[in-house]
């Protein structure tokens, strides 16, 4: 894993509130070059609001968001363009524009944001969709025409349309059967070791946190309650990580692992 001591996401002392509604109450994340954090927690514990936060799309009561060292809110005009450049979005339902073919879905982040010659267009295009297992056939057809794996990898196309480094999955793989939630698993596992981007990945499925992360960080009780991994998390003593990661699902899910005495985060 290609990492550096500089974390790419710096979430400080973060504070968010809606009105009397507080969501985060000093909570603090890093993530670092190279790796696949998955953050997990139970509904109503903030993953999607720390994404929002994250991605600028939300300002904080109070602390700070930084991306690439800079504080998120302050990239504007030009320089908050070449941010989302640097990022990608894998959506949970893929969200692919129905009234846009496959290739038109695909190709539209290189025409909003670099206004690329027709040709060179197709090029990317093609190039991404044989990323994800798919051809030039497939770039014609409607996202009607897909079945819902076939969805999740344009969807990862158009993700990567821009080559970025940052690459934020939402639920990536709600909605398929074991098999092709397996087959997807390894298909962003195979991108990462090819393009060496960095993963931040919300997700409740502990075959996918299993088999894809390299971190996990639980939000819990409005901060992040632990992280590290899965056989450091499991040992903290909490109820939702109990009922999470050591009941039913997380026997058939992950067997017996190793646990290991030391624990990390706060309590």
């Known amino acids: 894993m290609n990492t550096t001591d500089q974390p790419i996401i710096d979430v400080e002392d973060l504070t968010t509130a809606f009105g009397e509604h507080v969501v985060h109450e000093h909570l603090d994340l890093r993530v670092m070059s190279g790796e696949i954090l998955a953050l997990v927690g139970g509904s109503g514990s903030g993953k999607t609001t720390l994404l929002r936060q994250i991605l600028g799309l939300n300002s904080p009561k109070s602390g700070s968001v930084k991306l690439w060292g800079r504080p998120v809110q302050s990239y504007v005009g030009p320089e908050r363009l070449a941010l989302t450049r640097r990022w990608g979005m894998l959506f949970q339902s893929g969200a692919l524009f129905t009234a846009l073919s496959v290739f038109d879905n695909v190709a539209l982040p290189l025409r909003e ?16 969709l044989k990323w994800v297992g798919l051809n030039e056939q497939d770039a014609q057809l409607m996202p009607s025409d897909l079945s819902g794996g076939m969805v999740k990898r344009v969807a990862l196309a158009r993700a990567l349309s821009l080559d970025p480094e940052l690459l934020f ?26 393009l060496k981007f960095t993963v931040i990945m919300v997700t409740h499925d502990l075959d996918t946190i299993r088999d894809l992360s390299t971190r996990i960080a639980v939000l819990a009780e409005k901060h992040v309650l632990v992280e590290g991994s899965i056989q450091n998390v499991m040992t903290f003593d909490h109820p939702f990580i109990k009922a999470f990661f050591q009941g039913k699902r997380g026997e058939r899910a992950l067997g017996n692992q190793p646990l290991q005495a030391e624990q990390y985060g706060k309590s």
């Open 113 to 128: 944001v670099h206004h690329l010659p027709s040709d060179l267009v197709r090029k990317v295009v093609l190039m991404r």
């Open 169 to 194: 999955l939402d639920e990536p793989t709600a909605g398929l059967d074991p098999q092709r939630s397996d087959e997807f698993v390894e298909l962003i596992k195979a991108l990462h070791q090819q």
